[in-house]
């Protein structure tokens, strides 16, 4: 089967029934409690610096664990599935000082999710994960000087841009996730483009932000309408939100977004607020009765789980909305869209 067969019996789905994502890989590989040297492997025994928490590590040195996870996910009844790339480029991946391996990583986790979904016996889109990088563009890490940046846009672009190329030859969809920096997502998106003109493939990209508290801001300062104005010229195939917020806080911003875009939307939420431990407590039961009433309400398109959610979490949720009507896109009347922090709509 290939991209484009994938893509359309999914899109068929996804007219008549809510898609299902999978949960949080980064919840479930802390449940194997792999060690530094696990973490390492055979060929990283002698590296000169810890790698233990470098969850896309794993793509090269525990792949059967990430294969696993992937699995358990599908087998709960996701039809879209995560690669373990978040952090797999040279940026991320300079903490650890394996930015010189980066592509070597997003390829593997690409290629590791690629082999689960084929095993599956339907269609299962793979989503190759974009995360947001552990810096940004838009704020100043030093308060005394508010003009200075880590990075470049161009620096961010070309991170972007040499994972996207590691990924591509075994992923369905571009996912430019936990999007907290409004630029930073340009940048990934300028990326995406850029892999388009070069190669011809039109690889569909899917965008999701993450409004940080109860402010309903991202932390560069946007609404979620906002930050859907500054993204929808990137076309997406899908646009949402995920992480930070459980379902309960995350619902107005959800449905300000749902009202607003003119394409799917894509949800998924925390299993809750983690509690003083850094764990979630919310059962699965809990958090599906909450997307249960975002489907009855027509919030959404896409459904799945960000931090601490299980295959149980998923199981529930595709029970939870298993015959509900996904939202119907809405045709916005013709108007000129802008935003700098909040919205502007100038109708014609």
Request: aromatic share 6%; hydrophobic share 40%; net charge negative.
């Amino acid at each position: 089967m290939t991209r484009q067969d994938r893509i359309s019996d999914l899109e068929a789905k996804a007219k008549d029934e809510i898609l299902i994502l999978d949960g949080a890989m980064g919840t479930m590989l802390q449940k194997y409690k792999f060690t530094e040297e696990q973490f390492r492997g055979e060929r990283f025994k002698d590296w000169d610096s810890p790698v233990q928490g470098n969850n896309d590590l794993l793509n090269l040195t525990q792949p059967d664990a990430v294969r696993d996870v992937h699995t358990q996910f599908i087998e709960a009844g996701a039809d879209l599935i995560e690669t373990n790339t978040f952090s797999a480029t040279v940026i991320g991946q300079g903490d650890y000082h394996m930015q010189g391996i980066a592509a070597e990583i997003a390829e593997a986790g690409a290629k590791v999710a690629r082999e689960a979904a084929d095993a599956a016996g339907r269609p299962v889109g793979v989503l190759g994960a974009i995360g947001p990088t552990n810096k940004t563009l838009s704020l100043s890490p030093d308060v005394n000087n508010p003009g200075y940046r880590e990075v470049t846009f161009d620096d961010v672009r070309e991170a972007y841009l040499e994972q996207a190329r590691a990924m591509a030859p075994y992923i369905d969809f571009f996912l430019i996730e936990t999007i907290f920096d409004t630029l930073n997502a340009k940048a990934a998106i300028k990326a995406v483009m850029d892999f388009r003109a070069e190669t011809g493939e039109d690889i569909p990209v899917i965008i999701s932000g993450t409004i940080t508290d109860a402010s309903g801001r991202t932390l560069s300062g946007q609404t979620a309408e906002a930050f859907w104005h500054s993204i929808r010229h990137a076309k997406p195939w899908a646009v949402g939100l995920n992480c930070a917020l459980g379902a309960k806080m995350m619902r107005p911003h959800i449905a300000a977004i749902s009202k607003a875009a003119d394409t799917r939307v894509i949800a998924y939420p925390n299993a809750g607020l983690p509690n003083e431990f850094g764990e979630y407590d919310e059962l699965p039961e809990q958090t599906a009765a909450q997307l249960e009433e975002w489907a009855k309400s027509g919030l959404v398109n896409v459904l799945g789980g960000c931090c601490g959610t299980t295959p149980p979490h998923i199981a529930a949720i595709a029970k939870a909305v298993k015959g509900k009507v996904p939202r119907k896109i809405p045709e916005p009347p013709r108007a000129m869209r802008l935003s700098g922090l909040e919205p502007f709509q100038l109708a014609s």
